[in-house]
């Protein structure tokens, strides 16, 4: 028989009769012996996520001692869910320690932890399956770096050992021994791990949409849905905000060549993607496979002649950078051209007029130039290398659309193309790559 291991999102387990429907579905095919959970997600738009009302409560304590006003929410949803599961659970008792313990803590992590913690321990109640908690399986080591030799082995024996469980996604125990989560969105993440680490055979990544769609459906109505994306590609457009799935979930399956399903809770008939190791990737025919972006960049462009001669000179650019500890997102470059792309967010407060100061007193530039309020847009696709006048349709579908195009950045592998815009044009920007690639025939 085969392993599966399955991650069930918020917004698939946002109340009590979306957790029994997810239940339903785990407990209706034996391969599906291990679950991974998130917190319970938004049950409509203006819904806020149990995670941000944890993250408020942590706040609430540390600034008021003691947690009570926030807490009263997280409080509602649970007693809700249980209710409506209608379970012997004395969630009463669960809350009221997870609340004290949220009070002594200092931590935001552990805080915003227990959304999956307490979605897991109703999950266990409802499957009859055991609670295996994250904090004695996933470890950090000392950089905050998920820690895979330590991790690994003690998942394998705990859940072979369980046999079927049910694990809380987002966290794990760090290298002093207290709780720490992942990054936001990061349950995706855990269900990665723990497929590599049992060696599933598929993980399945249940979610409120059909697949992984070729555009932002929030942005263009009614995308394509793909079906087959190699990991590769789905890397390019996770990394570029395709946020279905988590962009750091694709490592711990990518090395151990284990395919990545993405189904939908709400209609599990439907297909879905599957999300192949690029060697047993197929290519499908089309050109494009998605498209994604993310707003909020600042662009420093800087023009030196002979600045190719100059030995050294990106080197010092970017020890500029990792003085300021700041990450750059792309760097395009020319002859006697470079520019640094940046997360705007890194550039506040001052360290933007620090940056430049330093550029123009360590490297000299004839010419130094800002550009902010940039959007990004990653048009990728495997079929992109092969098909001569792939950027004449793109570049030609921008000026048509009357997009001012500020920078362009061909990655090196050959499989997309990224574009540089203003914010302004974003959503513009996506509706016409999509429409000259997906609608026009
Ligand atoms: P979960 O709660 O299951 O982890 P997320 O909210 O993290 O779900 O991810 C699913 C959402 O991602 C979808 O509801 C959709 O709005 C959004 N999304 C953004 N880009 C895409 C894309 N290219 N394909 C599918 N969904 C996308
Ligand atoms: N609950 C966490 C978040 O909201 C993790 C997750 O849902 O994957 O970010
Ligand atoms: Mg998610």
């Known amino acids: 028989m085969s392993l599966i291991v399955c991650k069930f999102g918020g917004t698939s387990l946002a109340d009590g009769n979306n957790i029994r429907r997810a239940a339903e579905i785990a407990l209706s095919d034996p391969s599906r012996k291990f679950v991974v959970v998130s917190a319970p997600g938004k049950r409509f738009s203006e819904d806020v996520k149990v995670t941000d009302l944890l993250y408020a409560s942590y706040t609430e304590s540390r600034d008021k001692k003691g ?42 992590d552990f805080a915003a932890s227990r959304g999956e913690y307490l979605n897991a321990r109703i999950m266990a109640a409802l499957t009859g399956r055991e609670f295996v908690d994250a904090k004695d399986i996933i470890f950090f080591d000392e950089r905050g770096m998920f820690d895979e030799k330590k991790s690994y082995p003690r998942i394998a024996e705990r859940l072979f050992a369980a046999k079927e469980a049910i694990v809380p996604g987002f966290y794990g125990t760090g290298a002093d021994g207290k709780i720490r989560t992942f990054s936001r969105g990061g349950s995706d993440i855990s269900g990665a791990i723990v497929a590599r680490a049992v060696n599933a055979d598929l993980y399945e990544n249940w979610t409120d949409v059909s697949g992984f769609l070729a555009c932002d459906p929030r942005i263009v109505q009614n995308p394509q849905k793909i079906e087959v994306i190699s990991f590769k590609e789905l890397r390019e457009l996770s990394y570029m905000g395709a946020n279905v799935l988590h962009a750091e979930a694709i490592f711990p399956v990518r090395k151990g060549d284990i395919p990545i399903r993405i189904k939908n809770t709400f209609r599990p008939e439907d297909a879905g993607t599957i999300i192949l190791p690029s060697k047993k990737y197929v290519p499908h025919g089309n050109i494009v496979t998605g498209i994604a972006g993310k707003k909020d960049f600042t662009v420093i462009y800087l023009e030196k002649s002979l600045m190719n001669t100059e030995v050294g000179f990106a080197r010092k650019a970017l020890s500029i950078l990792e003085r300021e500890s700041i990450n750059f997102e792309h760097m395009p470059s020319g002859i006697d051209t470079l520019s640094l792309v940046i997360e705007s967010r890194y550039l506040r407060g001052g360290m933007l007029d620090k940056l430049i100061d330093a550029m123009k007193a360590e490297l000299a530039p004839d010419y130094i130039r800002v550009l902010e309020d940039i959007a990004l847009v990653a048009t990728v696709g495997h079929g992109m290398a092969q098909n001569v006048g792939t950027s004449a349709r793109l570049f030609n579908a921008l000026s048509e659309s009357g997009i001012n195009v500020r920078m362009i950045d061909q990655g090196s592998s050959e499989l997309n193309i990224i574009v540089g815009i203003d914010n302004a044009d974003y959503e513009r920007c996506l509706r016409a790559v999509y429409h000259e690639f997906f609608e026009k025939q």
């Open 67 to 108: 947690c009570g006003e926030a807490f009263a929410r997280i409080r509602k949803r649970f007693c809700s869910i249980v209710e409506e599961l209608g379970i012997d659970f004395d969630i009463g008792a669960v809350l009221d320690e997870t609340q004290e313990a949220i009070a002594r803590s200092d931590s935001a």
